[in-house]
């Protein structure tokens, strides 16, 4: 594709987001504060409002795409800056009523941009959902690192760092599963343990519309009107689909613990030989271009968990189809979990849950099954909820790409989301093939032919996944494949 058509797809998603114009405050004077609330109980769920505000300054006009010249991520060292204040307090959202005798785990700011040798790096986690927006390095050399500012009292309202809680008992009691040791982490002020992590039918009211057609993208129910949302969030209306591991009672075999692989597509995987380990998970996660066939030494053959939009679905089967890939992997195990980004997904949810075809809009006329195979049923199939995926981006992925012209584009990538998921949803996790900070000793994909550098692109910050994966790591909330 040539640059003329990536630079107008670009300005295309950047026309329909101005739809949700926003400006940054530009706040450098006051002090970081947050609040948390419950704001509302509804059938079995309340909402939470956290906020806490940071630096603000001059939207740039540019990303910068390539390596070293972007501002590096963030420090290895979690968190340095402001602690937030230990009391909950009212913030600038003024029709919402406080309460103080919230147990929702309070909200601290994700970490600050700082300067780090990242001479070496990474492999990466998802390969299609970039394509479009690969940006260009040329041009003045980027901003260093900023050192740490006051902040601003409130976010921008297209934040929106308040979300929907469920009140679904956790499926296990893991002594030192994740839920029950990120508290001890530099983690625990951030993780959310009540955030529904999937949208189903009990999500789809006049309210929370209401709520959500405020946030563009995969951070909202913006552009879906409220009719298509109930049509496909209506026949998501059994246990499995709130519950992502909706199958844990037959297989945990008497287990205490649910332990999940998640399989990202990155290079370091070629020649692993992780398949047997990754396979012996309880569950086994992948998303986009994940190539099986030919492959299963390296990367195992199970497939429970699907992650992908449709437009990245769509790219992999345009874009790897010369490398092997023919679609979704489709097994009786598989679950497919849409990662809505349009109303694309919505209507090919729609379609593959009634065995219908697509309606309307770019998928018009497809057949579902000839991606989630013809046993496909509702039950298979499983929505991230946008209050989730702003959440990821919020506290765990603030870019600095939310301070310019592309942060309607901006979210964290589907490996990301698919890795965080995990986290949120199992006990022990295992990562492999994502980034890590030698990435480029290693091709984009473990399926490539030829040795391809990894592309950045402006709507993820791969940077910053690889460190919070380096993170993570380091604090014990995730086992991450290094290769040594
Ligand atoms: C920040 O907080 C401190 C202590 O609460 C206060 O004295 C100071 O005035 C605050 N600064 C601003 C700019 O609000
Ligand atoms: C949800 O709330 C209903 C009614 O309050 C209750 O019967 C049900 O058990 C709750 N479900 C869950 C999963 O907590
Ligand atoms: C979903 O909504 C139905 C009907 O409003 C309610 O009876 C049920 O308890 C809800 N289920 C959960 C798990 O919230
Ligand atoms: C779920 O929806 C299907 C049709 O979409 C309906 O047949 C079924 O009874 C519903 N189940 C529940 C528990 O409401
Ligand atoms: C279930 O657990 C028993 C006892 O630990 C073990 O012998 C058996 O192999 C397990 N079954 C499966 C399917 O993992
Ligand atoms: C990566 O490549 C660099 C130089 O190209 C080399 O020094 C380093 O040992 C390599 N690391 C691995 C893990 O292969």
């Not at 429970?304 to 790219?315: A, K």
Request: net charge positive.
């Amino acid at each position: 594709m040539g640059m003329g058509h990536q630079k107008k797809l670009v300005l295309g998603g950047l026309t329909a987001s101005t739809v949700f114009l926003y400006f940054l405050c530009v706040n450098l004077d006051s002090n970081m504060t947050w609040s948390i609330m419950p704001l509302k109980h509804f059938h079995n769920f309340s909402l939470v409002l956290w906020s806490d505000s940071r630096d603000s300054e001059e939207p740039l006009n540019r990303q910068i795409s390539s390596d070293q010249r972007t501002p590096p991520p963030p420090a290895l060292t979690p968190y340095p800056g402001t602690v937030p204040p230990k009391q909950p307090r009212a913030t600038h959202t003024p029709k919402l009523k406080t309460h103080k005798d919230s147990d929702i785990v309070a909200g601290q700011k994700p970490a600050e941009e700082k300067v780090l040798d990242v001479s070496n790096s990474s492999s990466k986690s998802d390969g299609a959902d970039k394509a479009k927006t690969r940006t260009i390095t040329k041009g003045p050399a980027p901003k260093p690192a900023e050192p740490p500012k006051a902040r601003g009292p409130t976010d921008p309202p297209f934040i929106g760092d308040i979300y929907m809680m469920d009140d679904h008992p956790p499926q296990t009691d893991c002594p030192d599963g994740i839920r029950n040791t990120v508290a001890k982490t530099d983690f625990g002020e951030r993780f959310l343990r009540n955030i529904p992590v999937l949208q189903w039918a009990n999500h789809s009211t006049r309210e929370q519309h209401q709520r959500l057609m405020k946030y563009p993208g995969a951070h909202g129910w913006g552009g879906i009107d409220f009719n298509t949302l109930v049509e496909t969030l209506s026949v998501l209306n059994s246990s499995a689909n709130w519950q992502m591991l909706d199958d844990w009672k037959q297989v945990s075999n008497g287990s205490q613990c649910i332990r999940c692989a998640v399989v990202g597509n990155g290079g370091i995987l070629k020649d692993s030989k992780k398949g047997k380990e990754i396979d012996s998970h309880d569950y086994v996660f992948r998303t986009n271009g994940a190539i099986i066939n030919g492959f299963e030494q390296d990367v195992g053959s199970r497939t429970t968990h699907y992650t992908f939009s449709t437009n990245t679905l769509m790219n992999s089967m345009r874009s790897y189809a010369g490398v092997g890939y023919k679609g979704p992997p489709v097994t009786e195990e598989t679950r497919y979990v849409f990662l809505p980004d349009h109303d694309r997904d919505y209507l090919l949810m729609k379609a593959a849950a009634t065995h219908t075809l697509v309606e309307r809009g770019k998928e018009q006329g497809k057949d579902a099954t000839r991606y989630f195979g013809k046993d496909v049923s509702a039950q298979k199939l499983k929505m991230y909820h946008p209050d989730f995926i702003r959440y990821l981006r919020n506290r765990f992925l603030r870019s600095h790409a939310l301070k310019t012209k592309y942060k309607n584009i901006y979210r964290p990538s589907t490996g990301a989301t698919m890795l965080l998921a995990a986290m949120h949803t199992c006990d022990k996790v295992s990562a492999y093939g994502f980034m890590t900070p030698d990435y480029k000793n290693y091709s984009d994909h473990y399926y490539d032919r030829n040795y391809h550098s990894v592309g950045f692109f402006i709507n993820h910050d791969l940077r910053m996944e690889m460190t919070l994966w380096q993170q993570l790591h380091q604090a014990g909330l995730i086992r991450l494949y290094m290769h040594k």
